[in-house]
C-alpha cells in the first residue's frame, strides 16, 4: 500500500513512440495514507488529470474506509502536472483533494475512487466551458456501487497548470497564466479594471494602457485592449 506514481505518454503517429509528459506525478497532498495511483483519469485534452488513492488489504481487496482523489493540471508546453488550486470564491475547499464527504457513516462503509472518468463541456468553437468528474465507489453496507459526479470547473482551477503557491496569494501575479480565466484571474487577485475608450477591455493595472511602454502580455497585448492602447 506504498504510494506509486504516474506517468503520462503522448502518443506520436509521425515516430510511433510514445514519449513522457513532464516528469513524473507523486502524491502532493496526503490524504488518506493508502496506494496512490490505484484509479487515473486524463482529459481529451491532455489537460486535467485526476488520481485515486485506494488501500488494499492483505488479500488484495479495496478495504472499506479508503479512498481519495488528488486532481492535477498541465502546464503550458506540457511539461509538468501541477496539484490544482481550489476555487476559494466557490468552494471551501483547501487543497486538491476529493473525498467521499456526505456523511462519516457512509464514508467509513465505503472504498472511495475505485473508477474515475473525465469529460468536458465544450462551446461552439471547442473550448472547453467546465471540466467534469466522475466517480465509481463501492457501499460495503448496501452492498452496492454508486455514481458522483463533480463539477470541477465550480470547485477548482482544473485547467490552470502553475503551483497552488502562485494563485489566490494576495499578490497578483499580472501575467499568463495567472492572469487568466483558467486561473480565476490569479484566484481572485487580479482586478478587473475596465478601460476607458476600449470596450470589453479589462486590465488589473490601468496606468499600463497608453503608457508609451509596451506590456507585451495579456491581457494588455491583444486586440480588444487596442494592443496595449497603441503602445
Partial sequence: NEAGTVQVFDYDEKTNKYDA?????????LA?????????????????LAISSIKLGEDGYATRGTGAIELFACNIGGKNFYA???????????????MEEEDEVRRQSSVFGLQLSLAENVSSDGISTSTWLSVLSY????????????????????????????????YCNDYPPSNTEACGWDGGDCQRNP????????????????NKVCKDESPYNTEVCGWDGGD
Fill in 21 to 29: 509528459v513532464g516528469a513524473i506525478v507523486s502524491e502532493h497532498n
Fill in 84 to 98: 490544482v488550486s481550489p476555487n476559494l470564491e466557490q468552494s471551501g475547499r483547501k487543497n486538491n483533494n476529493i
Fill in 32 to 48: 488518506d495514507n493508502n496506494g496512490f495511483g490505484f484509479g487515473v483519469a486524463l482529459s481529451l485534452d491532455g489537460n486535467t
Fill in 195 to 210: 478601460v476607458d475608450g476600449y470596450s470589453n477591455c479589462l486590465v488589473h493595472d490601468l496606468s499600463e494602457i497608453e
Fill in 139 to 170: 457501499n460495503f453496507a448496501t452492498k452496492k456501487g454508486y455514481m458522483k459526479v463533480y463539477n470541477l470547473s465550480e470547485q477548482f482551477y482544473p485547467k490552470c497548470g502553475i503551483a497552488p503557491s502562485f494563485i489566490n496569494s494576495g
